[in-house]
């Protein structure tokens, strides 16, 4: 396939509305949001379909079905990280733009709308989901006033980008018969890269919890207390770090990583009175991620203790499993396999759009695979073929899909 | 014994030569620092010494003994650390003063001098001890020119402290017949509290070695890599921490320390992709350590290379023992013997003053019990008994020695 190919020039394209020259960088209620949002109006116009932005800044391009059809929604989101890849959250628009346009001739017995979130990353702002939270209605409005490096609200930096953050009550579309929101996304993991997949269906989308932990010990002289007499909070720690890692590697479909880990007083001849450390338990099963964050946690509490370093933790953060629809998945598994491509199913351990729309009606998310497993930089990469192979099965879905 | 005795009045008098009220915060060429010259000059008079201060802003007390006789040198450094406490340092200047105090009407058969050194913490600037290096004329000229954080350079701080640092080459006393230095200081560790033992005699200051460590392994999304796919630093350093900590467990007299410890990006859903640390190995024997140091090192490496993380280390410093002359701890004996006090010996695993005069002349160290072992806190402590029992044991030790 040639580099000129519609995809890699919609891609390329959009990649230039970015704050930075290394990689993607386009925050929500920027300017870069305002070029992303103007191109990609006009390619859902060319594929036939009527466009407007909401007031959470979500782009959305409708194609309409027979009056009173139910709508599916597709889509994802058009943010970045910082300096992050051109594939990530807006390929996920780009694709269902690209098989709507695929199946132009045919007519479809509901309505589709394809959709493109404003802010999933969460990198500007303290939270995110702000678009697809206002459809499912669970949006807390007092978010808005959570504020950016810059002390800038959301509410504020929606204002200057001409939204009315008064109305996004109204964009509530729970009494809209919906058949459900399908989202394409990179896989963001090196799953279907390991396995040679271009394609993945999601099963769910894991839940997560969040423990802060805190070991208090005794600091000292490192030169002056003696091995056996120290409550040396560093080891303790990594005791711990390696049973998290040991429980979640003997647990089916457990994963635990402590990625925010930080030493007191961080001095180089001072044995550490301190440590804390965020645990993060994720799995696809609410009660596996349950029972194991429990166990580790119970299992490092004993492990301090026989250190007799003080142990404090609190979950700060719990978000429940999404599992994905039953029939929406079928018709995905029938739409690929049409394609000739393999049908594989895997759970996304990653939060997508799709968590929040999750609370309005059934979701389904179809993985692109991701090269090397590498996102969130520069040198994200999804293949050509891949995506083109994404772009048939959203087709087929669409036309198998009754 | 009454909290006004002359060591307690003595030693809150000069705590209130503190920048901090919170602890003692005396740093090197400051007003605190002139405060402390003037209080320990006074004293030193007193005791019938005759004063000056030399062009390392070293306070030197002299009792001159008859013509050509050696000179036993007495002392400790003045300055303390941020919001540090009372005793640390400058008890070794305080109780020597005392001990002579209490022996005036005896003719000793050599000379002594009583030091207050400047600097021996380090902490204003990266560099320290440099009152006994211009003794041993061991110090590198070049490192006046090290600054502390407003920019000020050692040799512009001691140019504002009237002091002449083109003159501390003429410092050299390798020439002049010394008997040796005898450093009093409290143990800054737990062993003679928990052993409960008002004195110990030092057999040799620890050597020391440190070692940069950085791991480099796989940065990654903490829900989308499965838990048999990852490169996880944090994972690996806990694995090296352990080992560490037990290879010096296993080996007698082999301190290791690991106090510096950073993650990267420390981010809480990301896998860390690097870790950086500082290994510290201490011992009272050169070759423990060195043995040691290497083995730690060999294993560290062997367990990053099983979990395919890249492993670089350097020996960033590395400073000798300094054993405590034979012929002057047998007289240190003798003297507590004398006080009805036991005979406690064990290494310092902290450097001292002593350290650097280890170059110039034979060396023993007295250490006090610190309550609990804490020190470089304002909770720091030592008893006046203990203290006392030093004063009687260094007054017998000036007698004692011939």
Chains 1, 2 share one sequence.
Not at 84 to 91: A, P, Q
Not at 355 to 362: E, F, H, V, Y
Request: hydrophobic share 40%; net charge negative; aromatic share 4%.
């Amino acid at each position: 396939m040639e580099k000129t190919s519609p995809i890699s020039q919609m891609l390329n394209d959009i990649a230039t509305c970015s704050a930075s020259n290394d990689g993607v960088t386009r925050l929500p209620f920027t300017p870069e949001h305002r070029g992303a949002i103007e191109k990609i109006k006009t390619w859902m116009i060319d594929s036939g379909l009527k466009v407007h932005v909401d007031d959470a800044g979500t782009v959305i391009g409708r194609l309409e079905g027979s009056p009173n059809s139910p709508t599916l929604l597709l889509g994802s989101h058009q943010d970045s990280v910082h300096n992050g890849g051109r594939f990530d959250g807006i390929m996920g628009v780009l694709l269902p733009i690209l098989a709507l346009r695929k199946i132009r001739n045919i007519t479809l017995p509901y309505s589709v709308q394809v959709m493109a979130f404003a802010d999933e990353e969460g990198v500007r702002f303290p939270t995110a989901l702000i678009g697809p939270r206002a459809l499912a209605a669970t949006l807390d409005m007092d978010s808005l006033d959570l504020k950016d490096d810059n002390g800038i609200s959301i509410r504020d930096a929606m204002l200057k980008f001409q939204l009315n953050p008064k109305k996004l009550d109204k964009l509530d579309i729970r009494n809209t018969p919906l058949i459900g929101y399908i989202e394409t996304h990179i896989e963001q993991g090196p799953v279907l890269y390991e396995k040679n997949l271009p394609l993945g269906i999601v099963t769910a989308i894991s839940g997560i919890e969040r423990h802060q932990i805190i070991l208090k010990g005794v600091s000292g002289h490192a030169g002056t207390t003696p091995m056996d007499n120290r409550q040396d909070t560093l080891a303790c720690a990594a005791e711990l770090v390696l049973n998290a890692e040991k429980i979640a590697k003997d647990t089916t479909d457990l994963i635990a990583t402590i990625g925010k880990f930080t030493v007191t007083p961080n001095v180089v001849n001072v044995i550490p009175s301190q440590v804390s450390m965020v645990l993060e338990v994720r799995s696809a099963s609410d009660e596996i991620r349950e029972i194991g964050g429990k166990s580790i946690i119970k299992k490092l509490k004993m492990i301090a203790a026989e250190r007799k370093i003080d142990f404090f933790s609190s979950k700060t953060y719990s978000q429940q499993a999404s599992p994905c629809d039953e029939r929406l998945k079928l018709v995905l598994q029938n739409a690929i396999s049409k394609t000739g491509h393999p049908v594989f199913e895997l759970p996304s351990g990653a939060t997508h759009d799709a968590s929040a729309i999750a609370d309005l009606c059934p979701i389904a998310m179809l993985f692109v695979r991701c090269h090397k497993g590498i996102s969130h930089t520069p040198e994200e990469l999804a293949q050509e073929l891949d995506m083109q192979a994404a772009v048939d099965s959203l087709a087929n879905f669409l036309t198998l899909l009754k």
